[in-house]
T-cell receptor
Framework: KNQVEQSPQSLIILEGKNCTLQ??????????LRWYKQDTGRGPVSLTI?????NTKSNGRYTATLDADTKQSSLHITASQLSDSASYIC?????????FGTGTRLTIIP | KAGVTQTPRYLIKTRGQQVTLSCSPI?????VSWYQQTPGQGLQFLFE???????NKGNFPGRFSGRQFSNSRSEMNVSTLELGDSALYLC?????????????FGPGTRLTVL
């Protein structure tokens, strides 16, 4: 069964600190993996899209990595800001299907 | 460039009623996909339209339907509403292929079924 699992479910860190969110997937045939940021009450916003051949992609303070062999991805946030408080969703495209993770709820405290 | 717009933003209905939600994609985008988001299930794919044709469909009952117009605007309809249909309904537009292109989401329509 195609699955995308994210960890941790929730995370609280101090402003200015770094953090890493994890995404493990079992979908196939793999096409691409995406990370989205979703602020409360708003639609998701795309952060990165990575294909099989890409193992790192950055978008400002956000850096996503992909290990297609172990089917793992991570999203690293550097020097966190209060505006980073949001849910982060990992989505894997496989065949004709998108499989969504349930997200990590990140809270940044001053 | 204007973003994806969805109307209405909030909706309250009672069981058994039907509802129509609207989505206007980014200008030039031809693919529109719809999603249901609930706290328990997260984001779930409903269906995707391209050039007025449904190309893909998720595992939702036939009460959920949609269509796309020649200007790429899309509507989704839910008939015979159930309490479990309460959710945030999101649409996303992509240039051509929602599976490979960047998706741009709208703000969503919050549907409450009483």
């Amino acid at each position: 069964k195609n699955q995308v699992e994210q960890s941790p479910q929730s995370l609280i860190i101090l402003e200015g600190k770094n953090c890493t969110l994890q995404c493990n997937y079992t979908v196939s045939p793999f096409s691409n993996l995406r990370w989205y940021k979703q602020d409360t009450g708003r639609g998701p916003v795309s952060l990165t899209i990575m294909t099989f051949s890409e193992n790192t992609k950055s978008n400002g303070r956000y850096t996503a990595t992909l290990d297609a062999d172990t089917k793992q991805s991570s999203l690293h946030i550097t020097a966190s800001q209060l505006s980073d408080s949001a849910s982060y969703i990992c989505v894997v495209s496989a065949g004709q299907k998108l499989t969504f993770g349930t997200g990590t709820r990140l809270t940044i405290i001053p | 460039k204007a973003g994806v717009t969805q109307t209405p933003r909030y909706l309250i209905k009672t069981r058994g009623q039907q509802v129509t939600l609207s989505c206007s994609p980014i200008s030039g985008h031809r693919s529109v996909s719809w999603y249901q988001q609930t706290p328990g299930q997260g984001l779930q794919f409903l269906f995707e339209y391209f050039s007025e044709t449904q190309r893909n469909k998720g595992n939702f009952p036939g009460r959920f339907s949609g269509r796309q117009f020649s200007n790429s605007r899309s509507e989704m309809n839910v008939s015979t509403l159930e309490l479990g249909d309460s959710a945030l309904y999101l649409c996303a537009s992509s240039s051509v292929d929602y599976l490979t292109d960047t998706q741009y989401f709208g703000p969503g329509t919050r549907l409450t079924v009483l």
